[in-house]
């Protein structure tokens, strides 16, 4: 698994998710929103310089970076990872989870508390756009993507389709 920017206990904290949920039923949509989400705001190159620091010391200006990427990648994360929480894939075949004691949200209410985690991740990406526009001579990286390089975007708000 690739090297995330943050820690479980930050997820747990700063999320609706319970603190007793198996951690590798989430870790992977974390990964997920850091490769598609984070990355397509950083760029390959900022991201890479951002994930050599994860296990050691985030050194000055990418410390206040991080501050500005952790919320980003914690709501991207939740907003890949809601739709596919009820379900599990095993050998006996895909299900749905139910607990005894609780009621299954309607696809409606899911629909709302994914909507309200895009709008905070969106917010969160916003302030980081600007954040890095702003200080851009501090990353280098942000603005050095080539060839296969994603380059960051500079508009964080998804419309969805439009017909």
């Not at 920017?5 to 609706?16: A, F, H, Q, V, Y």
């Not at 319970?18 to 190159?45: H, R």
């Not at 050599?52 to 939740?78: Q, R």
């Not at 709008?119 to 954040?131: C, G, H, P, T, V």
């Amino acid at each position: 698994m690739t090297k995330l920017l943050i820690e479980k206990k930050d997820i747990k904290i700063k999320t609706i998710l319970d603190g007793n949920l198996d951690e590798n039923k989430f870790l992977q949509f974390v990964e997920i929103a850091q490769d598609v989400n984070l990355q397509g705001y950083l760029g390959t190159d900022l991201l890479t310089k951002m994930i050599s620091f994860v296990g050691g010391t985030f050194t000055s200006p990418y410390d206040k970076l991080l501050e500005y990427t952790k919320p980003v990648l914690i709501h991207w994360a939740m907003v890949q990872y809601l739709p596919f929480a009820p379900y599990q894939v095993s050998n006996g075949g895909a299900f749905k989870r139910t607990s005894e004691n609780s009621e299954l949200m309607s696809k409606e209410e899911l629909d709302s508390i994914v909507e309200n985690y895009r709008n905070l991740a969106q917010y969160y990406s916003d302030r980081l756009i600007k954040f890095l526009c702003s200080n851009s001579i501090d990353y280098p990286e942000y603005t050095s993507n080539t060839e296969e390089d994603v380059r960051p975007d500079r508009e964080a708000y998804y419309t969805g389709w439009v017909l």
